[in-house]
């Protein structure tokens, strides 16, 4: 069956997490790299782990905690305006560059985020970076108050675009979301940009590419 639609996870997909690290570097000098790092590691450890404990929280209150931890394993201070002025500085992630440009391309097709991050926070890095005007839909897990890869999930993206889920195409770089999304029965495409190994989670990818720019030609 041909795809009606493609589904795009946010963070680290379209949205690049790690273009905080020259605000973190401003603040703590030589320390940019490693605050950022680490705070994307316990953004998704919190995400899973309130998952499995019946705890949510939003993810702006996750991400928030996580730079807090961040810098507490790292011995940095951390005041509350630094916390609120890089919590902002998510609010205006860099895409990657080529992102504009390939979903221009596939505009034949519907096309949606599906992320674990907050309606706010995806509304906000969305418009800040004009993919409002080619996305139908920003879906986000809080409707469910459970965060990705439960299966609950990935089904919010076949109620909001009204697609089978054997003609929507789900693509991530987190190699735990497109293992998820193939689980669930999407046709999924890993955006493998680190060369990583496949989690042995049971389930596969339809394809890995290294960049966005190999989607189209994939596809045709």
């Known amino acids: 069956m041909s795809l009606a639609a493609l589904v795009f996870d946010a963070y680290g997909t379209l949205f690049d997490v790690h273009s905080v690290i ?16 680490l705070w994307r590691s316990k ?3 919190y995400s899973w782990q309130r998952s499995l404990m019946g705890r949510y929280e939003n993810f702006e209150r996750i991400t ?9 394993f790292l011995k940095l201070e951390c005041e509350e305006l630094v916390v609120a002025a890089l919590m902002a500085e998510y609010r205006r992630l860099a895409t990657f560059p080529e992102i504009r440009s390939v979903l221009s391309m596939l505009g034949h097709l519907k096309l949606a985020i599906l992320s674990n991050g907050s309606p706010d926070m995806l509304e906000a890095v969305v418009t800040h970076n004009g993919l409002d005007e080619v996305l139908d839909a920003v879906i986000s897990v809080d409707a469910l108050k459970i965060y990705k890869p439960d299966p609950r999930v990935y089904q919010l993206a076949l109620l909001e675009l009204n697609v089978p889920k054997q003609s929507i195409g789900f693509v991530s770089s987190n190699g735990w979301d497109v293992c998820g999304a193939a689980s669930f029965g999407f046709r999924a ?10 989690d042995r989670l049971g389930a596969a990818p339809e394809a890995v590419i290294t960049s966005l720019t190999e989607l189209p030609s994939l596809l045709d």
């Open 22 to 37: 020259s605000r973190c570097e401003k603040t703590w000098p030589g320390n940019g790299s490693a605050v950022s790092q």
């Open 189 to 198: 495409f890993w955006i493998n940009r680190t060369n990583a190994p496949l």
């Open 64 to 72: 928030a905690d996580s730079l807090r931890y961040a810098c507490e």
């Open 43 to 45: 953004q998704l450890e």
